[in-house]
């Protein structure tokens, strides 16, 4: 429960997306609750509503994580992508059974949130398109 309480809050109320279906951001981490993951090397977001996915990736390496729903034998993930009349992204969802929450503020700051056995970890990138 305390999982869909954090994608809850981090996922405002939205009208549909009126605007581009796709947002690609280039990115540097300002600061992050846990300097060991891999996700602070990101650097790239490719926000899709189309899709319904966020391609997270760090440039020029071929190094990605790609946040989808997809049912498999293994994996039950559940993403989704929404952009606000604000032109606010806002992302959701579960990948590998962990809660995961991003929102693309328009003036360029990047929050990224997941949910582990231990605690919240937060990520936070200042973007520009």
Same mark, same amino acid.
């Given at each position: @429960?305390?999982?869909?309480? !954090?994608? +809850?809050?981090? &996922?405002?109320?939205?009208?549909?997306?009126?605007?581009?279906?796709?947002?690609?951001?280039?990115?540097? @981490?300002?600061?992050?609750?846990?300097? !060991? $993951?891999?996700? %602070?090397? #990101?650097?790239?977001? %490719?926000?899709?509503?189309?899709?319904?996915?966020? *391609?997270?990736?760090?440039?020029?390496?071929? #190094?990605?994580? &790609?946040? %989808?729903?997809?049912?498999?034998?293994?994996?039950?993930?559940?993403? $989704?992508?929404? +952009?606000?009349? *604000?032109? $606010?992204?806002?992302? #959701?969802?579960?990948?590998n059974s962990v809660p995961v929450a991003f929102r693309l503020n328009p003036?360029?700051?990047?929050?990224?949130?997941?949910?582990? #056995?231990?605690?919240?970890?937060? +990520?936070?990138?200042?973007?520009?398109?």
């Open positions: @429960m305390r999982h869909m309480a !954090l994608a +809850i809050l981090l &996922l405002p109320a939205f009208a549909s997306p009126a605007y581009a279906a796709r947002v690609a951001v280039s990115c540097a @981490m300002l600061n992050s609750t846990d300097d !060991l $993951t891999k996700y %602070v090397l #990101a650097n790239e977001f %490719v926000f899709d509503t189309d899709a319904q996915s966020l *391609d997270m990736r760090v440039k020029n390496s071929g #190094a990605n994580w &790609l946040f %989808v729903t997809q049912k498999t034998e293994f994996l039950d993930d559940a993403f $989704t992508v929404r +952009i606000g009349k *604000d032109r $606010t992204v806002s992302a #959701a969802g579960l990948r003036d360029g700051g990047l929050d990224f949130a997941y949910v582990t #056995a231990e605690r919240t970890e937060r +990520i936070h990138y200042t973007c520009s398109q």
